[in-house]
């Protein structure tokens, strides 16, 4: 069965330092992965997938992801947080956005 | 970009009313939705997947009919959550899909609040 493990439930980093959100998933083929962005009452915006090619996929807001099949992990960084970046951020694991499985989040918050 | 639009954003009501939630997509046509819904400070679980014209299929443990989810037509699919208890107060939310599997819209979501 796929599953995804957020290991962070909260991480607070100060604005202009570096971030790594981790993301470990347990799936039977190659997934299909993905990162959203969830601001406090609201949906969820995609920040990036990654379906195949390139390991290192680029997203919006400056943010980028890695797929290391070895470690079976998807993490995501920025290199530079914006205090607008505090928010509730998903990973997700599925065979496509059919039966996406999600993460139980990471909750960042930005220091001044 | 494609916008899906969820109405109400927030709903109180008294338990054993029933409360319906819409789900539209404003510029695409979603052949499948789907609903969650999300603890306080937890995931989101996949509820159901509606296909247009076609019966939701539902999670394992989610009771079909307690969530009656009708898609029926290639823009609207609704929620109506029967006969709500507190136990129902939850954030609901939906996505659409258009027919092109690797994209996946989503609503703002629904704060339902049972009294």
């Known amino acids: 069965a796929q599953s995804v493990t957020q290991p962070d439930i909260h991480i607070t980093v100060s604005e202009g330092a570096s971030l790594e959100l981790r993301c470990n998933y347990s799936?039977?083929?190659?997934?299909?992965l993905f990162w959203y962005v969830q601001s406090p009452g609201q949906g969820l915006q995609l920040l990036l997938k990654?379906?195949?090619?390139?390991?290192l996929v680029q997203g919006i807001k400056g943010f980028e992801a890695e797929f290391k099949r070895s470690q079976s992990s998807f993490n995501l960084r920025k290199p530079s947080v914006h205090w607008s970046d505090a928010a509730e951020y998903f990973c997700?694991?599925?065979?496509?956005?059919?039966?996406?499985?999600f993460g139980a989040g990471t909750r960042l918050t930005v220091k001044p | 970009g494609a916008v899906v639009s969820q109405h109400p954003s927030r709903v109180i009501c008294k338990s054993g009313t029933s409360v319906k939630i819409e789900c539209r997509s404003l510029d695409f046509q979603a052949t499948t939705m789907f609903w969650y819904r999300q603890f306080p400070k937890k995931s989101l679980m996949l509820m159901a997947t509606s296909n247009e014209g076609s019966k939701a299929t539902y999670e394992q443990g989610v009771e079909k009919d307690k969530f009656l989810i009708n898609h029926a037509s290639l823009t609207l699919s609704t929620l109506t959550v029967t006969s709500a208890h507190p136990e129902d107060s939850s954030f609901y939310i939906c996505?659409?899909?258009?027919?092109?599997?690797?994209?996946?819209?989503f609503g703002s979501g629904t704060q339902l609040s049972v009294l």
């Open positions: 799936y039977g083929a190659t997934p299909y």
């Open positions: 997700a694991v599925g065979p496509g956005t059919n039966d996406m499985r």
């Open positions: 990654y379906f195949s090619g390139d390991t």
């Open positions: 996505s659409a899909q258009p027919d092109r599997p690797e994209k996946l819209f």
